[in-house]
């Protein structure tokens, strides 16, 4: 008898023990004690995948862990959302997402997930504005050409973007509808694709974050015909926004920022916010950013939390009236 009350004795300490050392591994101050993983939507090499790399390193220079980039690409990063969802939560998976996690909760039906619910959102970090592309030889050096062109040919005059859905489709939905004429979309599977076709002059147009395009631009086989960016691209410095075009108060971009497991620790939350906005301010991630055509935002949670759904609530409208499909 007293056998078994000594052994269940040692039981329950030995729990105690392990929930008090899980508890203390969830502490800021303890923070993290092992590696954590940025889970990244997309294929190594692109955009995200750069940004993603370059504050994983600030970021573990910082806390002094390792932070591991971890690329799940796949149904336009639903793949890579739903693994972080299910994750446990205690700050060691997070994801470095953009705009497909707002414009696929309108795009899928089913919903595939509830990102406000589901995820809660650290900080964001950046943006690179789509550009409009064109090749050399189309009849047209500007968006004001692109316009009259446009409205001479109602659904003539087509463009390439990565996809049905991607930010860039999205994007010039968004731009045509605010200068009221229709164009022609034809969805690629990724940039590459369909900048190769424009380039190829099988169709005038491709739209594509910045910095796809930029080895095409210096080599002259397209030309930017504007960036959708209230500002003009570092990268770009000779070109006219989309608001020096004609369309002020008119931005389109695709912007990044960091979420992780909805449950995860408010504590944490707020640790990773301030060592993010640290980063973010260290020369090497402002130039990595402006390398890849974009510019560091830095902002509170909430902030973050709030552009998720103001865009979710953007995409939905878009997708209702444009009757958008994914691929």
């Not at 994007?171 to 900048?195: N, R, T, V």
């Not at 210096?218 to 930017?224: A, D, I, N």
Request: net charge positive; charged share 15%; proline share 8%.
């Amino acid at each position: 008898m007293n056998y078994f009350r000594t052994l269940t004795q040692t039981f329950c300490v030995a729990l105690v023990a392990l929930s008090s050392a899980h508890l203390l591994a969830q502490t800021p101050a303890n923070y993290p004690n092992k590696p954590v993983k940025i889970v990244v939507g997309y294929a190594p090499g692109g955009a995200v995948d750069v940004v993603a790399r370059t504050l994983g390193q600030s970021l573990g220079t910082q806390l002094g862990q390792s932070f591991i980039i971890e690329n799940k690409p796949g149904a336009g990063t639903n793949i890579a959302v739903k693994s972080v969802i299910t994750a446990e939560p205690d700050g060691y998976t997070l994801m470095l997402a953009a705009n497909a996690l707002a414009a696929n909760m309108a795009l899928y039906q089913p919903m595939p997930f509830d990102a406000e619910k589901e995820l809660t959102a650290i900080s964001l970090v950046g943006r690179v504005p789509v550009v409009i592309a064109a090749n050399p030889n189309a009849p047209f050096s500007s968006v004001a050409k692109l316009i009259e062109a446009a409205k001479a040919k109602p659904g003539q005059i087509a463009f390439a973007s990565p996809g049905n859905g991607s930010t860039p489709h999205m994007a010039i939905e968004f731009f045509a509808k605010a200068a009221g004429i229709d164009l022609q979309h034809i969805p690629y599977k990724g940039g590459s694709p369909a900048i190769t076709d424009a380039i190829g002059g099988q169709l005038p147009l491709v739209a594509v974050n910045a910095l796809e395009v930029l080895p095409h631009v210096k080599s002259g086989k397209l030309k930017v015909l504007a960036v959708l960016s209230p500002t003009r691209s570092v990268i770009y410095p000779d070109v006219p926004t989309i608001a020096e075009s004609g369309f002020p108060g008119f931005e389109a971009s695709v912007w990044y920022g960091f979420v992780a497991p909805a449950a995860t620790p408010k504590p944490i939350v707020v640790k990773l916010h301030a060592e993010i906005q640290k980063a973010l301010q260290t020369k090497e991630v402002k130039d990595r950013m402006s390398s890849v055509g974009g510019e560091v935002i830095a902002g509170s949670s909430d902030m973050f939390a709030a552009l998720i759904r103001s865009e979710r609530q953007r995409y939905e409208k878009l997708v209702r009236e444009a009757n958008i499909k994914p691929d």
